[in-house]
């Protein structure tokens, strides 16, 4: 299954690129006006996903199989507590984090989020997201340190060391090869967010609608669980 889904990802991929030019960090400000609601709530976010029993959440390969590759490489986990998947809202989640919850319902463009913990030293190997249609929002709620205060989480995007602390965001391209090292002895905790790329030429447009419903009809059949 993860090589069919590899092969449908790089057709995808080369689809997209071909129509839709994007650097690989982008300008919230532009293409995601609405981030900024989600950092001035930061902390009470944080505080929401402080009370979460976050050990308890689905890893990341028990939501999504074929990325078994990328999720249980190391036997450390990488956890998710979803909210919303490709428009589809999981009632029982929202209800634990009102804030983000009110947030997201101000908020159409976002079409997928959840809480990531990562747990410490986990290594989440390279790879490449299939869809341009969507673009990734990464905000830090809890991001360890290192000794010279800087944050112990490195995220390599097109090759290009980034790094967000808490309460900071980053808009970026998940097409792009990236990876991601929790290089501390404690847990990281972020905010992730796939929000609808504004401006896509019609012809996009419509696939990219095509492929949300298709995501939508293969988690109902699945019966995939966002639960613990």
């Excluded at 997209?16 to 609601?37: G, S």
């Excluded at 902390?43 to 689905?58: H, T």
């Excluded at 074929?66 to 029982?92: C, H």
Aim: proline fraction near 7%; charge should be positive; charged fraction near 25%.
């Amino acid at each position: 299954m993860s090589h069919i889904y590899d092969l449908a990802s790089g057709v995808v991929r080369r689809i997209y690129e071909k129509r839709i030019e994007a650097p690989a960090i982008l300008d919230a400000a532009t293409d995601f006006p609405n981030a900024v609601k989600f950092t001035k709530a930061w902390q009470g976010i944080r505080d929401e996903a402080l009370g979460l029993r976050l050990g308890k959440a689905p890893r990341f390969h028990d939501i999504m199989p074929e990325q078994a590759e990328i999720s249980a490489n190391d036997g450390l986990d990488w956890r998710m507590f979803v909210l919303k998947a490709y428009d589809v809202t999981v009632p029982e989640n929202l209800a634990r984090m009102p804030v983000l919850s009110r947030l997201l319902a101000e908020c159409p463009e976002v079409k997928s989020a959840a809480v990531s913990f990562l747990a410490p030293r986990k290594h989440i190997p390279a790879h490449r997201g299939p869809f341009r249609g969507i673009m990734r929002f990464h905000l830090g709620l809890v991001i360890p340190r290192q000794p010279d205060g800087r944050p112990a989480t490195i995220m390599m995007i097109n090759y290009q060391e980034r790094r967000i602390a808490d309460g900071e965001g980053m808009l970026w391209d998940d097409t792009y090869q990236h990876e991601v090292m929790n290089n501390s002895d404690e847990a990281r905790i972020a905010l992730l967010l796939d929000v609808w790329r504004p401006g896509m030429p019609w012809d996009m447009e419509i696939l990219s609608r095509l492929i949300v419903r298709g995501v939508q009809s293969g988690m109902r059949r699945r019966g995939v669980s966002f639960s613990g």
